[in-house]
């Protein structure tokens, strides 16, 4: 939104133009920064595993498939202006990624 500090903007003007709660707010750049931390850990790290796994047997309920933890990075990414195919690579130094984040 390119917005600084000296345009004297309410967080009740931002919140309006973003279209968001302050709760949605937190809860992406909470996300964001777990998945910050979830892709620098080692790959025989469990939760990076269940990042990467798939089903291998089971069956599709009916109706609209339920989001998984990749599907709501890829929201939050767009939503922070952040491009979905470059996204890893800030990720391995970490203050790169807390600035983007921020």
């Known amino acids: 939104m390119r917005i ?7 967080n009740k003007d931002i919140l309006e133009r973003t279209g968001l709660t302050f709760r949605e707010i937190l809860f992406i750049r909470k996300n964001l920064r ?7 850990m080692s ?4 939760p990076k595993q269940s ?12 109706g609209r498939p339920r989001l ?8 939050n990414l ?9 996204w890893t690579s800030p990720l ?6 807390r600035a983007i984040v921020k």
């Open 78 to 86: 767009k939503l922070r202006d952040i491009k979905t195919d470059s």
């Open 51 to 62: 990042l990467y796994s798939q089903l291998s047997s089971g069956h599709i309920k009916r």
């Open 68 to 75: 998984r933890f990749k599907d709501t990075i890829k929201r």
């Open 92 to 97: 391995q130094q970490r203050g790169k990624w």
């Open 43 to 46: 790959p025989d790290r469990l």
């Open 34 to 40: 777990w998945t910050g931390n979830l892709m620098r």
């Open 4 to 10: 600084t500090w000296m345009d004297k903007v309410t």
